[in-house]
């Protein structure tokens, strides 16, 4: 199989990723050091407040960050990340995450997140990443 490079790996990577779509999310939108995912928020996400669980909202970030640093040409994982919850969320809430890619240095990148519910900010995630510096093997 020839090494796939940029959007095209990004987009390998999310139809792989049952993660993500095994919580309903959809890629709505890639470009180079970009990506726009979006879900919807189920009563199975609550918490025992019977709010959506802040792990959701992080997975929800995670996968958007993801993508967007795997825009580029080699594989690349997340080396760490932190969020913040601004508001809470609930059962039948749709939510977009947007990562932007803020600095690539090296083999590494810092990406920011913002989650959004509407118009209204829900959290914001800082993901750092760390290209493996290789072609995956497939």
């Given at each position: ?74 594989p690349t ?33 810092v990406y ?27």
């Amino acid at each position: 199989m020839a090494e796939l490079h940029g959007e095209a790996r990004a987009q390998a990577m999310w139809a792989d990723d049952a993660a993500s779509r095994k919580l309903g999310m959809e890629l709505v939108e890639v470009r180079p050091g970009f990506a726009r995912v979006r879900m919807a928020v189920t009563g199975s996400m609550a918490n025992g407040h019977g709010i959506c669980h802040g792990g959701f909202v992080f997975t929800l970030a995670d996968s958007a960050f993801a993508v967007a640093c795997n825009t580029h040409d080699l594989p690349t994982v997340a080396a760490g990340a932190d969020i913040v919850f601004v508001a809470a969320v609930g059962a039948g809430d749709e939510l977009v995450a947007e990562a932007v890619e803020r600095v690539r240095f090296g083999r590494s990148g810092v990406y920011d997140v913002t989650v959004r519910r509407g118009g209204e900010v829900v959290a914001e995630f800082r993901g750092r990443s760390r290209s493996l510096g290789r072609p995956e093997p497939r």
